[in-house]
């Protein structure tokens, strides 16, 4: 696969906007349009442009950690945030308990399901850069890269 | 279409943008379905997306809603991915 330089320098500076840009969907996701899925699905796109940009393994190197890691850290955040009622406040399993004495500039009320939307976000960007790594492996392992 | 009280603005978004961008939509279809070769018809659906983020900027404009924005940028940042797939495709293909 050859390199394109245009795409290799637009990639370098487009990877942080979406990057910010997922996170800005995923804390507005209480109030407005947005959410954990959403949000994962453009950071895993961003991912995505970097594995067209520079390959795989280069895309891996960014990542840094496996992305089975990302959906079991996900899915045991997600779990956490919904024992968090049945445990501590003895209500049904998954009720949304907020701070509500203090908001943090730019992110707003702290509460459960924040932290259900942080390990949903994990588990989208695992579960799709798993398939983004398996299809762009098997094509560099066919002999695509001319 | 037009009527006693409407002002300028919805004017110009009746008669001018938004035939603009249905026109737009209807070359895209014409090139997408007759053209030539496979980069016409890629060139189409990412005019196509384009076309797409215009209208949904127009629609936020018309409604106050801020909200489509977002998403017309999402759209935006995201659907060129499609492009650079279809374009590596291409590449591999030859």
Redesign the interface.
Known sequence: ??RSLI?MTATRY?VP??LM?SVF?LLRGHN???GGF?GGL?AA?AF??YV?AFGIKEAQRLLGVHPLALIGSGLFISLGSALIAPIFFGEPLMTGKWIDTFELPGIGKLGTPLFFDIGVMLVVVGVTLLIVFALAGE?EQLG?G? | MIAFGMDLFDFFMVWVIVPALSITVVFCFIRLVRGPSLPDRIVAVDKLSGVAVGMMAAYAVATDNS?FL??A??VA??TF?GT??FA?YI??RS
């Open positions: 696969m050859n795409l487009l906007i979406i840009l969907i407005e349009p947005g959403v453009l796109s995505a442009l067209f094509d695509g001319s | 909200v977002d998403v940028l999402v940042l995201i991915l650079i797939g590596y590449d591999r």
